[in-house]
Antibody, heavy 116, light 107 residues
Framework: EVQLVESGGSLVQPGGSLKLSCVASGFTFSNYWMDWVRQTPGKSLEWIGEINTDGSKTNYAPSIKDRFTISRDNAKSTLYLQMSNVKSDDTAIYYC?????????WGQGVMVTVSS | DIQMTQSPASLSASLEEIVTITCQASQDIGNYLSWYQQKPGKSPQLLIHSATSLADGVPSRFSGSRSGTQYSLKINRLQVEDTGIYYCLQHYSAPWTFGGGTKLELK
């Protein structure tokens, strides 16, 4: 059974940093591109970015570029999202997703709140 | 960026009714369109991929179609468990973009 489990969400002050993790199981992690998607309270979904299978290539949404960094550790089957210089607009539920041509599996999500 | 215009934003329908939700892409995206259902407090779940292909385990009352740059999700014979929010996603060109969502409730 494919499982994606996020962790690391918390309350963070504006301008601060936070690192989210997503542990994958039930499939060969190193064979898949992985993505992060967020959902702001009461609003739609927003794609944040993605990373290729060996971690050598990343793509980001313009709204977060240069502030967020996606990385992975295939030996640990873990995906990361390093968030820096966070803003109140970054308050959201963050999901990791598997890109199997489309987002075929999603984690349960983790809440990040940016507030002073 | 490719814009996905989803309609309606909300919908109230009766049990056993046929429901249709649409997404209009701002440009050609081929069949790179998927549909997701989200229940309260849960993550989105894949329903349809490649515009018309049913995901594993999804009831056959769900179906997807395409006409040019307009994509539709159809639910035949609406059931109680079909309530929730539905989203479309284009995965043709980055940044991948979602529709604004359709909240489906029972009348």
């Amino acid at each position: 059974e494919v499982q994606l489990v996020e962790s690391g969400g918390s309350l963070v002050q504006p301008g601060g940093s936070l690192k989210l993790s997503c542990v994958a199981s039930g499939f060969t992690f190193s064979n898949y591109w992985m993505d992060w998607v967020r959902q702001t309270p009461g609003k739609s979904l927003e794609w944040i970015g993605e990373i290729n299978t060996d971690g050598s290539k990343t793509n980001y949404a313009p709204s977060i570029k240069d502030r967020f960094t996606i990385s992975r550790d295939n030996a640990k089957s873990t995906l990361y999202l390093q968030m820096s210089n966070v803003k109140s607009d970054d308050t959201a539920i963050y999901y990791c997703t598997r890109l199997g041509g489309y987002f075929d599996y999603w984690g349960q999500g983790v809440m990040v709140t940016v507030s002073s | 960026d490719i814009q996905m215009t989803q309609s309606p934003a909300s919908l109230s329908a009766s049990l056993e009714e046929i429901v249709t939700i649409t997404c209009q892409a701002s440009q050609d995206i081929g069949n790179y369109l998927s549909w997701y259902q989200q229940k309260p407090g849960k993550s989105p779940q894949l329903l349809i991929h490649s515009a018309t292909s049913l995901a594993d385990g999804v009831p056959s009352r769900f179906s997807g179609s395409r006409s040019g740059t307009q994509y539709s999700l159809k639910i035949n014979r609406l059931q109680v468990e079909d309530t929730g929010i539905y989203y479309c996603l284009q995965h043709y060109s980055a940044p991948w973009t979602f529709g604004g969502g359709t909240k489906l409730e029972l009348k």
